[in-house]
């Protein structure tokens, strides 16, 4: 008995777009995207607007308008314009988030290992500091050290000054003492010290090489260092030759002077397609096999347009918003001058570094410390005590935690050997532990540098004090707050990219 089939009915039939599974997922995430750009165009949209009927326009042309206001400690005190007033805020916050990072690492990691002292005293005291400072909010801490020093320390008196008279001065109104200043060859010095320390980097690799060809003893940090305090020494003496670089940097000011808007908006065009393809390029390479590309998945395939798209939008971006383009222009423009000016054949051929003791004048009723020696006032002192013991209160679990990561027959090893606890730590237990301890690590910088933001609250002057006192006076609340995120996120991204950069330098190389 013949069967019959149905051919028709075999054939493939195809799906349905409502499940499609490629289709659904496509479709969703264009969906997600298009409602974001339609709120942010009709954010952008409303504020254009409220602007507008203030009678103020979105431009960041009152960063050049003088402004009335002092500021109380900085590079400028009496600022002539909304720029320097945000310039002075950015290095007052940079003051405190790079000597608080380096003060919190060295004090989180000498608590983190005294938590697994065998010591009793040790580590209750150091278990008692963590669980105290890590469970206080920062923000009560640095009221805390800001009352605190305004009730514990003297006033501060021109005849009864000290501890250590011209040397150490600490009052309410601060700490002061002596201090070593950038003079008026410092920047050919720094150029100096540049490249002394790519110098002392390639005798230490290439030491470091012969080492591990003749399995001898070659001295490779030694020889690192020797160089490095080559130049430094040196450069102090014959540092007036790098003045030639202060025409280099004034040739590019000028380039920048010059070059027109349309060939800037050019070439931002250019890097944001050349973004986008690397970052296709790169995304095809990892899915490379010895065999060839690996089949691309739908997700795969979405990443690629995606990329290419933003850069393709970022390119007309450039061109519908000149702005950018002028602002880079302007920016690239003043910073290569202020290199020139710095490094300039007349004027800048004396001592890299001056000496400078503290001093107390008293021109009327009062007295207040001079315009020599460091100070560091009240407000600085409560906000970097603050940052540095909160943060290095983490980081010590941090630490605590990638040791006791390591595995413990690695200590075991170490001791049979006959290392002291000391080499055991240096040279087994914390190379190892390292390679967990930094992605953390990382965290913890970036939260020290945006904690930094609550210093408003005890008037040290960093850029979101200043920036409020901008935007009070000027009315340019939006542009202000952008500056603000742009300044963070800019601060945020390069310390994750050196944190990124030693993890990849640190991660174990597989077969």
Known sequence: MAISVDHQSTQHQRVPPWRNVTFLKWALQLAVLGVVVLILYLMISQANRNLRALGLDFSFDFLDKPVNFPIAEGITKQPESSFHALKTGIINMLRISVSGILAATVLGVMIGIGRLSSNWIVNKVATGYIETIRNIPLLVQIIFWRAFGQLVLPELDKAAAGPIDGWLFISKKGVSFAWLFPADGFWQWLAFLTLGFFVARIAYRRRMRLKEERGAETYAISWGVGAFLLFLVAGWFVHPVMGFLGWLWDAVSWFFGILPLWSMQLILAALAVSGGGLFV???????????????????????????GAVGLAGAIAMFLLPGVARTLLDWGERFFAFFAGKFEWLGRGGSPLNFSRPEVVQPGAFSNYGTTGLTMTLPFFAVWTGVTLYTAAFIAEVVRGGVLAVAKGQSEAGLALGLRRFQLLRFIILPQAFRIILPPLGNQYLNLAKNTSLAVAVAYPDIVAVGTTVFNQTGRNVQVILIWMGFYLTVSLTISAFINYYNRRLALVER
């Open 281 to 307: 390029k790169r995304f095809l390479d990892s899915r490379r096999t010895p065999a060839g590309l690996a089949k691309l998945t739908d997700d795969d395939w979405f990443r690629i347009v995606f990329a």
